[in-house]
């Protein structure tokens, strides 16, 4: 499972991590590998290489691959998703809280 947090203006990666440290600690309880993208959200290409290159070494040898994306990490996210192949090797995806169609209602039920 890989787990892009958003965009922190005022936190580092560790503090990221421990916003996430539940959700971590119950998905390594079932068994499964977690790993983080600390992607920066301002970038949203350099983001979704950086969430490719994060996922690669786990393509081929993982049972399932997870993607977990929050607020901007989304964005990312869905750009690795639909250009860079992630649609390919990604099972399951889960957007919590990510901007979409700059809050247009109909964009986020179609994205």
């Known amino acids: 499972m ?3 947090p958003g965009q922190q203006l005022y936190a580092g990666n560790a503090q990221n ?9 119950a998905i390594r309880a079932d068994g499964n590998t ?3 993208a600390h992607a920066g959200g301002r970038d949203v290409a350099s983001d ?3 969430i490719q290159r994060t996922i690669a070494p786990f393509v081929g040898t993982a049972k399932s ?6 607020s ?3 964005l990312g996210a869905r750009h690795y998703l639909k250009f860079l192949g992630g649609s390919d090797v990604v099972d399951e995806y889960v957007g919590a809280g990510e901007y979409a169609g700059k809050g247009n ?3 986020y039920l179609i994205a």
Do not use: C, D, N
């Open 2 to 4: 890989v787990i892009v």
């Open 105 to 107: 209602r109909e964009a």
């Open 72 to 74: 901007a990490g989304g």
């Open 65 to 70: 691959i997870g993607l977990v994306a929050h």
């Open 48 to 50: 979704a290489r950086l």
């Open 17 to 25: 991590e421990e916003t996430f440290r539940p959700l971590a600690e």
């Open 34 to 36: 977690v790993v983080y």
